[in-house]
């Protein structure tokens, strides 16, 4: 579900980001400060979360701004798939989370799914590559990007990690409650698909 005035105060702060970036004449810099200040404020008035908050995270970001990477791991066994319970929510997800620097997005699926589950995998196909805000999440202060990567268990033993409470194998038909900002019931029955259809070719959208 897009909620089109997220996608505004969205490119209001990347605009007056780059412009920060990059601009020298001062009364242009004061221009993207107001800009900036103003995708705040829209994103403080239509949600929980105070404007000083946000001005904060904007005020973390430095540079042309671009879409922010989260990987997830898609591991089958049984016809059943992994999922994880987040001790932030008490709710499941794939395991995964934001892409680190110096490390491709297998390598760092692969690790995210040690440090949340405590299985060790191997990389054997990438499923989907979504955009967040095609996909009925609910609104974020930035862009994302959704990495989804099939991994086959290689060895290791269920686990909970430091942001896990729970390990456990789901059927496509009895999903937990899920943390939907980190994937949801549709992106998983996408994954099943994959499960039944292995030549099914990756899905960008």
Not at 74 to 85: D, H, M, S
Request: hydrophobic letters at 35%; aromatic letters at 12%; one cysteine or more.
């Amino acid at each position: 579900m897009e909620h089109k005035w997220m996608k505004w105060a969205q490119q209001i702060q990347s605009i007056s980001q780059s412009g920060l970036a990059f601009s020298k004449d001062v009364y242009d810099i004061e221009r993207y400060e107001e800009l900036k200040d103003l995708s705040a404020e829209i994103m403080s008035e239509y949600t929980t979360v105070e404007k000083d908050v946000i001005k904060e995270l904007f005020a973390q970001e430095k540079g042309y701004q671009t879409p922010k990477a989260d990987v997830r791991g898609a591991v089958f066994e049984e016809g059943r798939i992994l999922l994880v319970k987040e001790k932030i929510n008490n709710k499941w997800s794939l395991p995964g989370g934001f892409c680190d620097v110096g490390l491709s997005p297998s390598e760092n699926v692969i690790k995210e799914i040690k440090e949340e589950s405590g299985y060790e995998v191997r990389y054997k196909k990438l499923l989907a590559l979504l955009d967040y805000y095609k996909h009925p999440h609910p609104p974020q202060p930035f862009h994302y990007y959704k990495i989804f990567i099939q991994c086959e268990i290689t060895g290791g033993n269920p686990q909970a990690g430091l942001e896990t409470s729970e390990i456990g194998f789901f059927e496509e038909d009895a999903l937990p409650d899920l943390s939907v900002d980190r994937n949801t019931a549709s992106q998983i029955r996408l994954l099943f698909e994959f499960l039944r259809d292995p030549d099914k070719k990756t899905v960008c959208d």
